[in-house]
Structure formats: structure tokens, C-alpha cells
């Protein structure tokens, strides 16, 4: 059963738990309760659908970027990604957006090496 609170209630909850500062012991214990625990296909599917549509900010996707950056790939995993695109086509309207891309991105290097 679960229970439907107020907005003014949920607020009021989340007042009172912001700014605690939780003790590595009780963080442990914490981690611990939430290890082996499963989420039906369905609920992964609404995580995931939250998810989608939301822009993230310069500062998150530099974030992300550098969390990636020189990560290895297996030769399995480049396999397969190369695979899934196999086949693939790009329209006409993409293919001048990326050449352009491209051209920006040249100018912006040779420029930068001339300094």
C-alpha cells in the first residue's frame, strides 16, 4: 500500500533530510540493503523513459566526456558496434550538416596551431 502525501508534506520531508551527513558505517549499511536487488523489465523501461528528452548541460556532458576519455573498448565490443551500423545510410540533409561540422571543426585547428 502506498500512500499519497501533500506537496507541502513532501516538502517538509525534504527539508528535514537535506544536509545530514551520513557516517560511513550507516553509508555501508545503506549499500549493503540495496546490493542484489532487481528491477522488473518494466520498471527499467519507465527508468529509462524519464530519462530520455532531458538535455543535460555543457558542464554534465564535459563530465561524461572525461569520465570516457581513453577508456578501452574491447575488439569484441568494436565488433559489434561495428555491426550495428553496417548498412546504415545517412540522408542528404545529414551528410552536408557533418561535412560542415567538419569544416568548422578544421578551421578551429589550423587556426589554433598558427598560434
Known sequence: ???VFSDEHKAKLSAAGKGKILS????????ASKKGTT???EHKAKLSAAGKGKPRS???RAKI????KGKRVSAETRAKMSASKKGTTFSDEHKAKLSAARKI?????????EE
Do not use: P, V, W
Not at 24 to 29: F, G, I, N, P
Not at 65 to 68: D, F, L, S, T, Y
Not at 105 to 113: G, H, T
Open 1 to 3: 500500500m502506498t500512500r
Open 24 to 31: 560511513d558505517e550507516h553509508k555501508a549499511k545503506i549499500s
Open 39 to 41: 528491477f522488473s523489465d
Open 58 to 60: 555543457d558542464e554534465t
Open 65 to 68: 566526456g572525461a569520465a570516457h
Open 105 to 113: 571543426y578544421l578551421e578551429s585547428k589550423r587556426a589554433s596551431q
